[in-house]
């Protein structure tokens, strides 16, 4: 007799596994534990054989039924229902594998080792964000320009225009790298180009006029706040690297004695030396007298395992009312590169070396962090020298230090 919804239900384990049949080979095997499973017993090439169709009550007697027929479906057109289910599964296991976010994954795990953590965290956390939870689990060969643009037109709505610039590129880099390692044939972000809102270019305030400028310095150096913020603020114009590079220094990575500070660019993580002027010695020698025994140069005023808070000078200059549209943390770098480019005559190469930004030779070979490094090391003492005669009401010509003319461009 057919089995039925109450007998299953009711049915008791007993001291040895007992088996009630259904039809069609169907029935259902209860073991002394308890547990209910729905097995097939089917022949195929002569041979008796076993097939598992589901747990109870996670599969019912009549799911139970529906897959006993697709299997005797099988059957009957020379396929053994076990074979199939192995080939199915490891379909599946292939596809996952070949996923956007399983290559993707594997992408990010391969460069990441390149990219300084922050760089990473956020190209990790805006694909985890905006892009795996649409098109993650799709097979990467299978994704079209239109579904990817549909993923970045999400991101546009809620006007994270540059986001979404990012996003498009970290997809295309994804899509390349499938295609490299044979999982994809061709990459649909290169279909979307023009298709994205155009980002408009942000530009960080600086202001360049020498008698502005001067009285930020002079400013600078009264501030009535920390001694560890008024320092950093004042080091910042002299040191001009990135805004997270200063916030974070250690005093592991300085060299007093030979006025060098080395440490790995956040930007390239590549090693970069900025040299070290006397008059940024001598706002590290007064705070060397506070933090200088601990990690870093310029701690947090709340924990002092912790680098200070990015907004620490920001807030710092807006309470000397230096506006934000005259000045940032970041501002110190394009002041330093346009100042000793069009005021002072130094050679370009010289300053983008400092600025740490890539810089090849005529053959294309990256430059190494120590490339014109004495003639760096003049330029930074000319720079600090330059900023002292501005703060002093010097200006034109007069503001002009004297300096090595090997310097020039």
Known sequence: MPLTDVAVRKVKPSDKTKKLFDSGGLYLEVSPSGGRWWRLKYRYG??????????????????????RDESRQLLENGVDPSVSRKALKSARAESSANSF???????????????VEDHGNRIIRRLERDVFPRIGRRPISEISAPELLDVLRRIEKRGAIETAHRA???????????????????DPSGD?????????????????????????LTAMDGYHGTTTVRCAMRLAPLVFVRP?????????????????????????ATPHIVPLSRQALEILQEIHHITGNGRYVFPSARSPSRPMSDNAILAAMR???????????????????TILDEVLGIRPDYIEHQLAHR?????????????????????????????????????????????????AS
């Open 319 to 337: 309470r000397m009312d230096i506006g934000k549209d005259e000045m940032t943390g970041h501002g110190f770098r394009a002041v330093a590169r």
């Open 46 to 67: 002569g041979k008796e054989k076993r097939l598992s169709l589901g747990v109870y009550p996670e599969t019912s007697l009549k799911e139970a039924r529906k897959r």
């Open 101 to 115: 976010e399983a290559v993707a994954r594997e992408w990010f795990e391969r460069r990441s080792t390149d990219w």
């Open 168 to 186: 498009l590129s970290n997809c295309g880099q994804v899509f390349r790298y499938a295609i490299a390692t044979a999982r994809a044939e061709r």
């Open 192 to 216: 979307l180009k023009g298709a994205l809102t155009a980002v408009k270019a942000k530009h960080f305030a600086a202001t360049t006029d020498p008698d502005r400028l001067g009285l930020m």
């Open 359 to 407: 810089v090849r030779d005529p053959h294309g070979r990256a430059y190494n962090r120590t490339a014109h490094l004495d003639e760096r090391r003049k330029m930074m003492q000319v720079w600090a020298d330059y900023l002292d005669a501005i703060k002093s009401g010097k200006t034109g010509t007069d503001a002009l230090p004297s300096s090595d003319q090997s310097l």
């Open 244 to 268: 997270g590079e200063l916030r974070k220094a250690e005093w592991a990575h300085f060299d007093l004695g030979a006025a060098e500070w080395r440490y790995q660019a956040s930007k390239t």
